[in-house]
């Protein structure tokens, strides 16, 4: 089955722990991103990367990092210099539309819900 | 203000009832638009996708785009239980600098009551 897998379904951090939250795609694409979702603010861009060993910070990166030193995967690190840090967190990918698929088309894993004790 | 605002609800209805969501939008430069249904604790999967300006039917599932007005909506027709779910609009400029980045509005809450 071609997908997104997340790990783990559900996360719990103490005050000051660094996280890693981890994002794995089998669908051959070429861009990954990772998003934040709040209730009632929809979904808000963390980090994206288009190709491997390259990423760039979306509106929402302080107090993240990521990693994309292979095509499948990309973690992102939830340090403790995010102070709030509890939220539903989601992964998607998509096709490189260079390639000529005219599409920005993301699909979503099934998030990881990271809680702050 | 938002670049993108979205009704939260929530929207409650009979089911069999006809269904309209609906996003504004501020970015002129916005050309693709999707709609994303998402169930509780579950990641959002496309529904719907559509370029510039126009309809476009799906089953039970009509969105359309008015770039004019910067206005999209999504219609649900005999909408039924299984279509309860958080409904969100997404859009992106393409291209350039914004590629692949995509904008959400806050989602709307959508329960089909029998």
């Known amino acids: 089955d071609g997908g997104i897998t997340q790990s783990p379904k559900y996360l719990f951090r103490k005050e000051g722990q660094n996280v890693t939250l981890s994002c794995e795609q089998n669908l051959n694409h070429d861009a990954m991103y990772w998003y934040r979702q709040d209730p009632g603010q929809g979904l808000r861009l963390i980090y994206y990367s288009q190709i491997v060993n390259d990423f760039q910070k979306g509106d929402i990166a302080e107090g993240y990092s990521v990693s994309r030193e292979k095509k499948e995967s990309f973690p992102l690190t939830v340090t403790s210099a995010q102070k709030n840090p509890t939220a539903f967190y989601l992964c998607?990918?998509?096709?490189?539309?260079?390639?000529?698929?005219?599409?920005?088309?993301?699909?979503f894993g099934p998030g990881t819900r990271l809680t702050v004790l | 203000q938002k670049e993108v605002e979205q009704d939260p609800g929530p929207l409650s209805v009979p089911e069999g009832a006809i269904v309209s969501l609906n996003c504004t939008y501020s970015n002129s430069a916005f050309q693709y638009f999707m709609w994303y249904r998402q169930y509780s604790r579950k990641g959002p999967e496309l529904l719907m996708y559509?370029?510039?300006?126009g309809n476009k039917e799906d089953g039970r599932f009509t969105a359309q785009v008015d770039k004019s007005s910067k206005y999209i909506s999504l219609f649900i027709r005999d909408s039924q239980p299984s279509d309860s779910a958080t409904y969100l609009c997404?859009?992106?400029?393409?291209?350039?600098?914004?590629?692949?980045?995509?904008?959400f509005g806050q989602g709307t809450i959508l329960t089909v009551h029998p």
């Open positions: 997404a859009m992106s400029a393409g291209g350039g600098t914004s590629y692949g980045k995509l904008t």
């Open positions: 559509t370029y510039s300006s």
């Open positions: 998607a990918s998509s096709i490189d539309r260079y390639r000529g698929h005219p599409t920005d088309t993301q699909y």
